[in-house]
Nanobody, 119 residues
């Protein structure tokens, strides 16, 4: 199973980006999907979560600015980033709980996509 992120880039403060992550390979389903981020010199932190039922949860530092969504038909998860701040600069990683077969799950990670917020 591969997770491939896209959509990162350089944006000015106050700007927006939309990150995408698509799963490919052999699997039978995807449970919870998450976005994490890691800034230079800092630990990786959870940004947002979306369950298979569509329930969402956000870190306090992105509430009201970021929106997570998923399209199960496309095996994809998205993160809409609005009102970006310089402190949002980080590598953003997609993470998913993937069912390789019924009853067998694997914790999968993407390679990351760089988001840089600077004027």
């Amino acid at each position: 199973v591969q997770l491939v992120e896209s959509g990162g880039g350089l944006v000015q403060p106050g700007g927006s980006l939309r990150l995408s992550c698509e799963a490919s390979g052999y699997f039978v389903g995807i449970n919870t999907m998450n976005w994490y981020r890691q800034a230079p010199g800092k630990q990786r932190e959870l940004v947002a979560t979306i369950t298979s039922g569509g329930g969402t949860n956000y870190a306090d530092f992105v509430k009201g600015r970021f929106t997570i969504s998923r399209d199960d038909a496309k095996y994809s998860v998205y993160l809409q980033l609005n009102s970006l701040k310089p402190e949002d600069t980080a590598v953003y990683y997609c993470n998913a709980d993937v069912f390789l077969q019924i009853g067998v799950k694997n914790d999968c990670w993407g390679q990351g996509t760089q988001v840089t917020v600077a004027s």
